[in-house]
C-alpha cells in the first residue's frame, strides 16, 4: 500500500511539472511588446506577450537650506494624493561635520509617474537623473509556473487524502507532504507579489543635498585661513602634550620612588661599611 502510494505521488508530481513547463514554454514563445511596463494577467490572455520591466528612477536635487524640510514634506505630501506609497525617507538636519540632507524612495504608477516627477522638480535644481531598467520576465514567467505546478500538485494531494480506501499512515503521509507543497505556495506567492509590485510600479528615489554658496575671496583671505590654521593646528599641538604629560606622569612618581629608595639603601649600606 504504502508503495502504491509512493508511485501515486510521484505520478502526480510529474504531470503537474510536465504542464507546468508546457504553459511556460508556451508564454516564453510570445514576442516582447514596446511597453516598459507589463501587468500580471491569466495565461492564454494579450497580456503574456508583454514584458516585465523593473523600472528605476534616482533624482539629486540641489535645494537651500531653508527650504528642504519643506521642499522633502511636500514630495511626501504629493506623493499621497496619487497611486504612490513611500517606502524610506530621511530628512538630516546640518551638523558641524555634514550638511542637511534628505531622501526619499517611493513607488508610483507608471500614469502618475510624470505628476510625481513635476512635482519633484518643483523643489530645487535636478542636476542628476539616472534611469535604471532590469528584464524580470523570466523571473516572473518561472514563478508563475511554479505556482501552477505546486498548485495542481496540492488539489492532488487533497483529491488522494478524500479516497476512503487509504490507510490511517498513508493519510498522515499525505498530510506531511501537503502541508510542505503549501508551504512551498505560499512562499512562491509572496514572491510573485514583490515581482508584482516591482514591474508594476516605478520606484524612484530622490536624494536633496545643500547647494554651497559661493563667497568672492578678497586678498586678506588666505591670510585668515592661516590663522585660522593654525590656531587649529596649536590646538593640536596642546591636546598632544597635554596627553603626554598625563601618561608621562605616574610614570615619573615611580621613577623618583625608586631613585629615592635606592638613595636611601646605598646611604644605609654605606654607614654599616664605616
Same mark, same amino acid.
Request: net charge positive; with cysteine.
Given at each position: 500500500?504504502?508503495?502504491?502510494?509512493?508511485?501515486?505521488?510521484?505520478?502526480?508530481?510529474?504531470?503537474?511539472?510536465?504542464?507546468?513547463?508546457?504553459?511556460?514554454?508556451?508564454?516564453?514563445?510570445?514576442?516582447?511588446?514596446?511597453?516598459? @511596463?507589463?501587468?500580471?494577467?491569466?495565461?492564454?490572455?494579450?497580456? %503574456?506577450?508583454? $514584458?516585465?520591466?523593473?523600472?528605476?528612477?534616482?533624482?539629486?536635487?540641489?535645494? %537651500?537650506?531653508?527650504?528642504?524640510? /519643506?521642499?522633502?514634506?511636500?514630495?511626501?505630501?504629493?506623493? /499621497?494624493?496619487?497611486?504612490?506609497?513611500?517606502?524610506?525617507?530621511?530628512?538630516?538636519? $546640518?551638523?558641524?561635520?555634514?550638511?542637511?540632507?534628505?531622501?526619499?524612495?517611493? $513607488?508610483?504608477?507608471?500614469?502618475?509617474?510624470?505628476?510625481?516627477?513635476?512635482?519633484?522638480?518643483?523643489?530645487?535644481?535636478?542636476?542628476?537623473? *539616472?534611469?535604471?531598467?532590469?528584464?524580470? *520576465?523570466?523571473?516572473?514567467?518561472?514563478?508563475?509556473?511554479?505556482?501552477?505546478?505546486?498548485?495542481?500538485?496540492?488539489?492532488?494531494?487533497?483529491?488522494?487524502?478524500? /479516497?476512503?480506501?487509504?490507510?490511517?499512515?498513508?493519510?498522515?503521509?499525505?498530510?506531511? /507532504?501537503?502541508?510542505?507543497?503549501?508551504?512551498?505556495? %505560499?512562499?512562491?506567492?509572496? *514572491?510573485?507579489?514583490?515581482?508584482?509590485?516591482?514591474?508594476?510600479?516605478?520606484?524612484?528615489? @530622490?536624494?536633496?543635498?545643500?547647494?554651497?554658496?559661493?563667497?568672492?575671496?578678497?586678498?586678506?583671505?588666505?591670510? !585668515?585661513?592661516?590663522?585660522? %590654521?593654525?590656531?587649529?593646528?596649536?590646538?593640536?599641538?596642546?591636546?598632544?602634550? @597635554?596627553?603626554?604629560?598625563?601618561?608621562?606622569?605616574?610614570?615619573?612618581?615611580?621613577?623618583?620612588?625608586?631613585? !629615592?629608595?635606592?638613595?636611601?639603601? !646605598?646611604?644605609?649600606?654605606?654607614?654599616?661599611?664605616?
Amino acid at each position: 500500500m504504502n508503495r502504491a502510494l509512493s508511485i501515486m505521488l510521484i505520478v502526480v508530481a510529474l504531470v503537474s511539472a510536465s504542464c507546468s513547463r508546457k504553459m511556460a514554454m508556451m508564454t516564453d514563445r510570445t514576442e516582447p511588446s514596446a511597453y516598459p @511596463i507589463a501587468l500580471y494577467a491569466a495565461p492564454g490572455s494579450a497580456a %503574456d506577450s508583454r $514584458r516585465f520591466i523593473a523600472i528605476r528612477h534616482k533624482l539629486e536635487i540641489l535645494s %537651500d537650506e531653508a527650504s528642504l524640510p /519643506k521642499s522633502w514634506e511636500s514630495v511626501i505630501d504629493f506623493c /499621497k494624493t496619487i497611486r504612490c506609497e513611500v517606502l524610506a525617507s530621511r530628512l538630516t538636519a $546640518r551638523t558641524r561635520e555634514f550638511s542637511a540632507s534628505g531622501s526619499i524612495v517611493m $513607488r508610483v504608477a507608471p500614469e502618475d509617474f510624470a505628476k510625481l516627477f513635476a512635482q519633484a522638480e518643483k523643489q530645487g535644481n535636478v542636476v542628476q537623473h *539616472t534611469t535604471e531598467s532590469e528584464d524580470k *520576465t523570466s523571473t516572473v514567467v518561472d514563478s508563475e509556473a511554479k505556482l501552477r505546478n505546486l498548485t495542481a500538485y496540492r488539489d492532488s494531494l487533497r483529491a488522494m487524502q478524500g /479516497k476512503p480506501s487509504l490507510s490511517v499512515k498513508d493519510l498522515v503521509e499525505i498530510q506531511e /507532504k501537503l502541508s510542505e507543497v503549501q508551504s512551498e505556495l %505560499d512562499s512562491e506567492t509572496a *514572491t510573485g507579489k514583490i515581482l508584482a509590485n516591482e514591474t508594476e510600479k516605478i520606484a524612484i528615489e @530622490i536624494n536633496f543635498r545643500i547647494e554651497r554658496q559661493s563667497k568672492r575671496q578678497s586678498g586678506l583671505t588666505p591670510i !585668515w585661513d592661516a590663522i585660522r %590654521d593654525s590656531g587649529s593646528n596649536l590646538g593640536e599641538s596642546l591636546a598632544t602634550l @597635554i596627553m603626554v604629560v598625563v601618561a608621562v606622569i605616574p610614570w615619573l612618581v615611580v621613577l623618583v620612588l625608586a631613585l !629615592w629608595l635606592l638613595r636611601k639603601l !646605598w646611604r644605609k649600606r654605606r654607614g654599616k661599611i664605616s
